[in-house]
């Protein structure tokens, strides 16, 4: 929020809620954000989605993934859906070949 700030006319968090578990925790959050783009005054809506995973070869290391939604607030709902399904898919690569 902090970097968006700098750049935004405002942000506020509409929406917070921890997601996952004990073993895999996580978090979502939704930003509005007010802007301008190239001089004109854009309503955005932001999806953040934060995902921890652990490290496979050393259980006491985590990778934290970051997924990032932005769209106008009148494109938001249209997308949303999508963006939820491309959630459900990330998973950590577990092929020890790659």
């Known amino acids: 929020m902090e970097r968006l700030r700098q750049v ?3 942000v506020e968090v509409t929406e917070r809620r921890e997601i996952g578990s004990a073993d ?7 930003l509005a954000i007010s802007t301008a783009v190239g001089g ?6 932001q999806a953040q989605v934060y ?8 259980p006491h ?3 934290v993934t970051r997924l990032v939604l932005t769209a106008t607030a ?3 709902p249209a ?8 959630v ?6 577990t092929d020890a070949a790659s």
Do not use: E, I, N
């Open 8 to 10: 935004a006319t405002s």
């Open 24 to 30: 895999a925790p996580g978090f979502t959050q939704t």
């Open 40 to 45: 004109v005054h854009r309503d955005l809506v």
């Open 51 to 58: 995902l921890s995973m652990l490290d496979v070869a050393d």
């Open 61 to 63: 290391r985590r990778a």
């Open 74 to 76: 009148s494109q938001y």
């Open 79 to 86: 997308v949303l859906d999508d963006f939820r399904d491309f």
């Open 88 to 93: 459900r898919t990330v998973r950590p690569d």
